[in-house]
């Protein structure tokens, strides 16, 4: 059976080719940034800790990726940084793993940039939001997050999601929203 992250990865790849402008918003550790500075243009990538992007840079570093660029703010302000139409788009929420744990994506500034995201989003574009809530303040973004891709328009966007049905604890969710037309 696919993983979340994994769909969460083909789900985008089907949108992307070399003239693609594409987000990560939470970079954490460079994995979703190295992914998509391998299908796409240039890469946008936002971390609020220095820790972050450290890894982010070697791990892009060791694989040749010169097509992105890492920003030191919170992914609130890619308004600020991106003013290209974006293909696709990747979140993944919570903590950077292993790092401090009390440095968490919060449902305010994760709202402000899904919103930002969404209206710059070329049609037929993608956002991919990886939802990890087992922490505190958790479930206060994971269901901030929910209510506002609920209330969507259908007319405009198609939203999906996957998750684990039996599993115990928190297991990580995906959502996937497509624009469908402005």
Do not use: C
Request: cysteine-free.
């Amino acid at each position: 059976m696919i993983k979340p992250i994994q769909l969460s990865h083909e789900f985008l790849a089907e949108v992307l080719d070399k003239d693609s402008i594409v987000v990560d918003a939470t970079m954490g550790n460079g994995n979703d940034t190295a992914f998509l500075a391998g299908l796409a243009k240039k890469v946008y990538a936002f971390d609020v800790q220095e820790q972050a992007l450290a890894k982010t840079q070697e791990r892009l570093a060791n694989q040749n990726f010169t097509n992105a660029e890492l920003i030191l703010d919170g992914h609130e302000n890619l308004d600020k940084y991106v003013s290209e139409p974006i293909r696709a788009a990747i979140f993944n929420l919570g903590y950077l793993p292993s790092a401090d744990k009390s440095v968490i994506t919060k449902p305010d500034t994760t709202l402000a940039a899904i919103e930002k995201i969404l209206n710059r989003l070329e049609i037929g574009g993608r956002l991919s939001l990886m939802i990890y809530y087992g922490h505190e303040g958790g479930n206060m973004e994971k269901d901030a997050v929910l209510d506002f891709i609920s209330q969507l328009d259908q007319h405009l966007f198609t939203a999906m999601l996957y998750q684990p049905v039996n599993q115990i604890n928190t297991p990580p969710f995906l959502v996937m929203v497509e624009k469908l037309k402005e």
